[in-house]
């Protein structure tokens, strides 16, 4: 990492410890609302009577 390349005292690592784990958590709310998205799509697709198609696909 760019943050360590400047020595290793501890407030490097913090900082690079602590702007890894925003990264993660951000991650992991894109994830969770894709996963919702998908869900809903499905759930939305079930209703309707389409099947387990998902959005922008068709059936032959």
Sequence with gaps: MIVLSGGFTA????FAIFCSAIAVVIELVFVRKLVRRIAGRRALSKNRGDGDDVAGTERP
């Design 11 to 14: 407030a490097r690592w913090a």
